[in-house]
């Protein structure tokens, strides 16, 4: 997989980062965004990421632009810490995907790039890059600090009293960040899984197996919750009383109306219970932060999230104990404290059940290549027949057709089937909506065979 930007930053195999490749893409960055002169440097916890980290911070410093190296951090803290300094970001992280790849994600002064800021930099890559002093190196020990005080003063030290809650903690790089907070706010936390190997955690498609050990550790230790997060810590999850993982869009829900938001920007795969909540206004975009971002513009009490829980906040808010400062990227910690907070007294299941009955689920096929999942697409949308014969395994059949990002098949009962290749790594991924769980998982599973056929006889 070669390097290049996807749905959250730039992306590639280890061993196709090198330092030359690097310090191009963020010589270019800091060459074609706005910095003001200054940069933040974070990383997670794979095993490449310090080397790549030191190769950002020298390409940052040879054009003479001030460091703040803040460390291993989760990215939200990283944004937090930019925001404070005044300067743009850099954060080294792959995200959920395996050890072998790695990425770099950009902010400038105001969060996250854009599409724009993208093909900005990219038409930056070949320009010469001029000599002068070298940068001066900081180091901010104080990161991950601001991130915990954000949320312990927004909740207050008893928001969570009584609750037993579980930390899957895994390799993410927030894990003892968000287990301070947890404990700050009244919480009893138990560890659970702490890795020194890196574990590629998807957060929007939980393994089978993670799920049942998951179920297992929330009946074994009595758990009212267990939460935890991907590597670079801006995705939650969340698992109920009962063991079961909410959607991460449903997390963005129940955060939204608790924030008391009147406009809500989320991607298309997204639960499409939203459009039922009495929001002023959904706007519905293709999938990516960026794309979030882009529909978030115009001011207003506005809000964000994606299908995997990352929630964006756009607007001054209150927490139960006091404000919340806007923060334009993709944060886990938001959403779980609200719906912790909000299933405090009659548990999270039942708060769950409040929301509109519409349910989503999510998996993917990994190691199909890009290229192969657009070939399997292009033909899919240019041949209504193809798209029958899918579906016919299935006992459905399409009623319209949705091209927002990847294929989106609505279906005469109701339900989804939305299909589209990933932007970050080699997986298609398959996206369900139905009215109920079962119904939901059965179609997802026989959806995902029939999907991994036609792949095969494609070949």
């Known amino acids: ?33 706005d910095t003001g002169g200054v940069l933040c440097v974070g990383r997670d916890l794979r095993p490449s990421s310090p080397r790549i980290a030191q190769d950002v911070i020298e390409a940052a410093r040879t054009v003479g632009v001030r460091v703040i190296d803040c460390g291993a951090v989760p990215t939200p803290a990283l944004a937090l810490a930019a925001q404070a300094a005044g300067g743009g970001a850099v954060m080294v992280t792959g995200s959920h995907i ?14 996250e790039i854009s599409k724009a800021n993208e093909a900005a930099i990219l038409s930056h890559l070949d ?16 990161a991950n600090d601001r ?24 390799s993410a790089v927030g894990r003892d960040v968000l287990g301070h907070i947890l404990t ?26 993670v799920r049942d050990q998951i179920k297992t550790w929330v009946a074994e230790h009595g758990l009212h919750a267990l939460v935890s997060t991907d590597g670079d810590s801006d ?5 109920d009383e009962t063991g079961r993982v909410i959607p991460g869009d449903i997390l963005g829900q129940i955060t939204a109306e608790a924030l008391q938001a009147e406009v809500v920007a989320t991607p298309i795969s997204s639960n499409s ?21 882009a529909a978030m513009q115009g001011g207003g009490r506005v809000v964000g999230y994606e299908a995997n829980g990352g929630f964006l906040l756009g607007f001054e808010a209150m927490g139960p104990a006091g404000s919340l400062a806007p923060l334009v990227t993709r944060d886990c910690t938001l959403p779980l404290l609200m719906v912790l907070y909000a299933g405090r007294d009659g548990g999270i299941a039942a708060r769950v059940a409040q929301e509109p009955p519409v349910v989503t689920v999510a998996d993917r096929l990994q190691n199909v290549e890009q290229a ?12 209504p027949a193809a798209r029958v014969a899918f579906l016919a395994p299935l006992n459905k059949e399409e009623e319209r057709l949705d091209l927002t990002d990847g294929l989106r098949m609505i279906l005469t009962d109701g339900d989804v089937i939305h299909v589209r290749p990933s932007g970050n790594a080699p997986e298609l991924r398959l996206y369900i909506e139905t009215k109920d769980t079962e119904a939901a998982a059965a179609l997802l599973a026989r959806a995902l065979t029939n999907l991994r056929t036609v792949l095969n006889k494609s070949h």
């Open 273 to 293: 219970g939203v459009t039922m909540k009495g929001f002023k206004d959904v706007r519905l975009t293709q999938i990516g932060s960026p794309y979030v971002i």
């Open 127 to 142: 320009r010469p890059v001029p000599d002068g002093p070298l940068g001066p190196l900081e180091t901010d020990a104080s």
């Open 1 to 33: 997989m070669s390097v290049k930007f996807g749905t959250s930053g730039l992306r590639g195999l280890v061993t196709a980062m090198t330092p030359a490749l690097i310090t191009a893409h963020v010589q270019a960055f800091l060459a074609a965004c």
């Open 235 to 239: 995705r939650p999850l969340l698992a």
């Open 372 to 383: 192969k999942s657009r070939v399997l697409l292009d033909r899919w949308q240019q041949d």
């Open 98 to 111: 395996p050890a072998d790849r790695n990425g770099l994600k950009f902010y400038v002064r105001s969060g």
């Open 184 to 209: 700050e706010l009244g919480a009893e936390v138990i560890e659970l899984g702490r890795s020194d190997s890196f574990i590629p955690v998807d957060t929007e498609a939980v393994d089978p197996a």
């Open 147 to 170: 991130y915990i005080t954000r949320f312990t003063d927004a909740f207050g030290p008893g928001a969570l009293a009584g609750q037993r809650i579980g930390l899957y903690a895994h």
